[in-house]
């Protein structure tokens, strides 16, 4: 198979390399990959910026990956090999696993796998994995009740962008903090009551539309403390980075994706039938891993960085 490695840190170190195929364990199914997405956690591994956490002992070289689309080819033990032939969504824990889908062949717990929906091609649905679950995930942490009033920092971000539609439809009200004026428009069009910027004092841009603050905050980019003057007093705030330390009584956790069946099933249909955009800025070929990586510091905006494969289509 041909995967994607890392055994020096520097997103110009990528290599593709001839790896032996992977054999499905008992409870595992081997997928062929069509798509897999360059998360901000992949360009963190590939740089070297992650390697505080990673577990001690661990060592490279590295494959990197959290998500995938691609079509089940065998079946390991204890698993029904009627699902051969079957186009799914994979997702895999990779700070726990280490177990990357930027390769070829991936085996993947059945657990961790839904069936792909109809309606988007692989290199839309595989953006669902890590941004879908981790938004899905803070939101259910929050634990907000309807009509309540949301911030959502990053709200045209890759996870920043799917917690506000989800929020949206959830009756929340919600208030997005986006980049500039020019990102303002999108954050409406995707279910924002009001949008923001982060320049400046962002408690005070948001207690203009949110006069006593939110009830929470979600804030996926990474502001920190000076997000909190956003939230009232005794609301809550959960990020998806480094915990700020808390004050006036607001509750201050960390939230991340884990993987949810019934959530992934949940965001992929939702991806399909377009109450969740799923925009792809470029598609990169296995073999240009290295420019993928490369390009990944200068993206802009909500749109993905995905890696194709298309030679492992059965």
Partial sequence: MRAVRVEKFGLDQVQVQDLPDPVPGMGEVLIATDAATINPADAAVASGAAAGRFPPGATGPFTPGWDLVGTITACGDGV?????????????????SFRGTQASLVALPIGNVVPAPDGLPPRQLTTVGLNGLTAWRGLADLKLKDSETLVVTG?????????LELAASRGLSVVGVVHDDGDKAEAIALGAAAAVTADGDLADQVRKVVADGADALLDTASIGAPALGAVRDGGKYVTVTNLPSPERGIDVFRSGGRMDAEAFATLADMASTGRLHTPVAKVFDIEDAREAY????????????VISFPDARP
């Fill in 80 to 96: 029904d090999r009627s699902l051969i032939g079957t186009k799914v969504l994979g997702f895999s824990l990779w700070f726990e």
């Fill in 155 to 163: 709200a045209t971000g890759g996870v920043g962008g799917f917690a």
């Fill in 294 to 305: 490369e390009a990944f510091t200068h993206r802009s905006g909500r749109g993905r960085l």
